[in-house]
């Protein structure tokens, strides 16, 4: 069928930015195993940006999103979960068949980068094509849905509730089940303990979100913007600190060294090193900031050995996919969970803004809406 994508024609240099357009292409019909599916609305993620700046390696020309809502309009003949008109967000891709997929962990799938950033099938098969035939890297995570229409595997598709709106679901694909999961599926914090969140993006304000819900007594957010950090009070979080060179002493006088957990959320600032630092005895500091995966990381040596404290990579929130999902959209749909609080939605047509916004940390969550 044909349909309007968003093409990457080329990836950021440095003398030339990159280039999105849209265009009418051609999609493949979905195999067995796969779902057509009308997209509604889709995420602007830090992943997204990370491959549009060079990041995060992503073949040319191509098409990005992993953050899709949508309507099921067709299924494969072995599809059983979803059927036509079916109300679905778009997750994490899984093989569903590896060591890790069968032991439930399924964000670790032993094919994971394959499926997220090859561009393609696992068998190198692509489903997006110019309409001069022109091959599309377009199966980013499986979706590639900054498209009208996309196809995607039948297992990385979960349920939307009645109770919330269609086009606020997609962001639960990435950015929003990675720092509510790592709360609640890695970390999983006792009663009476502290929690500090480095970074107040999309991803470090879900993990406030996720906090609140349990019954930590400290919810600390360090950012350098007022109105992330007033958002994150507003959130949930006990209290916040503007960062700087004192942070890590003010976060141990308030914790009065005592701190347990502590997450790095921020985009590229790579504070780690401040997380880990600011740990109390037998502390867990998260990783799942989105710093170049180049990027290297120096830690004293007494702090991990010493005082016992453990350093975690956490991808995606961890989890199950698509259940952690369908109970994140049910806690917002109880107003447990005020995702709406984060989000900015832009046209289709303004995709090239949406993500100069994120850039610029002028919008929190983008999300692109898809026309009628």
């Avoid at 964000?107 to 997220?116: A, M, V």
């Avoid at 950033?117 to 489903?127: A, K, P, T, V």
């Avoid at 507003?234 to 060294?257: M, N, P, Q, W």
């Avoid at 740990?279 to 500091?285: A, I, N, Q």
Wanted: include cysteine; proline fraction near 4%.
């Amino acid at each position: 069928m044909r349909i309007t994508a968003a093409v990457l024609e080329q990836i950021d240099t440095q003398t030339v930015p990159h280039r999105i357009t849209l265009e009418q292409i051609e999609l493949d019909d979905p195999r067995d195993d796969e779902v057509l599916v009308r997209v509604i609305s889709c995420g602007v993620c830090g992943t997204d940006r990370g491959c549009l700046h060079g990041v995060e390696p992503y073949p040319t020309p191509g098409v990005l999103g992993h953050e899709a809502a949508g309507v099921v309009e067709a299924v494969g003949r072995n599809v059983t979960r979803v059927h036509n008109g079916d109300r679905v967000m778009i997750g994490f891709p899984f093989c569903g068949r590896c060591y890790r997929c069968l032991r439930g962990e399924q964000r670790y799938c032993e094919k994971n980068r394959d499926l997220t950033f090859s561009g393609y099938r696992l068998d190198g098969s692509g489903g997006m094509r110019r309409r001069n035939g022109e091959e599309l890297a377009g199966r980013f995570f499986q979706q590639s849905s900054w498209a009208t229409h996309t196809v995607a595997l039948e297992q990385q598709l979960a349920r939307v509730p009645d109770s919330i709106e269609l086009e606020m679901a997609g962001p639960y694909g990435c950015s929003i089940s990675t720092g509510a999961g790592t709360v609640l599926n890695e970390l999983r914090p006792e009663p009476g303990t502290s929690l500090a969140v480095f970074g107040a993006g999309n991803v470090g304000l879900a993990a406030v979100m996720a906090a609140r819900l349990t019954s930590v007594e400290h919810i600390i957010v360090i950012d350098k913007v007022p109105e992330r950090l007033a958002l994150a009070r507003e959130l949930g979080a006990t209290h916040t600190f503007h960062a700087s060179s004192d942070t890590v002493e003010e976060i141990k006088e308030l914790t009065r060294h005592r701190l347990d957990y502590a997450i790095e959320a921020t985009n590229g600032a790579n504070l780690v090193a401040d997380a880990v630092a600011a740990l109390g005895m037998r502390g867990t500091c998260a990783v799942v900031g989105g710093s170049s995966p180049s990027a290297k990381v120096t830690l004293k040596h007494a702090d991990l050995l010493g005082h016992g404290k453990r350093l975690i990579g956490v991808m995606g929130g961890g989890g199950q996919t698509p259940a952690f999902l369908e109970s994140l959209m049910a806690l917002q749909g109880q107003g447990r969970f005020p995702l709406e609080k984060l989000v900015r939605f832009y046209d289709f047509a303004d995709v090239n803004r949406a993500i100069d916004d994120s850039d610029a940390g002028i919008t929190i969550k983008p999300i692109l809406r898809m026309p009628a």
